[in-house]
């Protein structure tokens, strides 16, 4: 996986990220897709460094296809933090079907 040497654990609120998103140091990630249904929602969004969506949207593409073909039912993106920080230091991605074989079992490294 990606794997990014930044150390985020100052970015203890939610005005930091936001600051540091409009200097462009970080970026918006929706957990859940917007086009899998998920909302433009502060529950369904956190901050990122550059790239980080990229690699995200990769992967969601690749279960997209899986979606259309009937082999993905489930999804689920979870964040996981250091500290207080509110930049996640992985994004961890699992898709599935209950009765197919398969799916998507990734962990993006942030920091």
Avoid: C
């Amino acid at each position: 996986m990606e794997t990014h040497s930044r150390d985020f654990s100052a970015v203890d609120s939610l005005a930091k990220a936001r600051a540091l998103s409009k200097q462009g140091r970080l970026e918006p990630l929706f957990l859940f897709p917007l086009e899998f249904g998920g909302q433009d929602i502060p529950q369904n969004v956190v901050f990122v460094p550059p790239g980080i969506v990229a690699i995200k949207q990769q992967i969601d593409s690749a279960i997209g296809s899986m979606v259309k073909q009937g082999l993905v039912a489930s999804y689920v993106a979870e964040p996981e933090y250091k500290g207080a920080s509110f930049v996640p230091s992985k994004i961890k991605i699992k898709s599935s079907h209950p009765q197919k074989p398969g799916g998507v079992d990734r962990t993006i490294d942030i920091w």
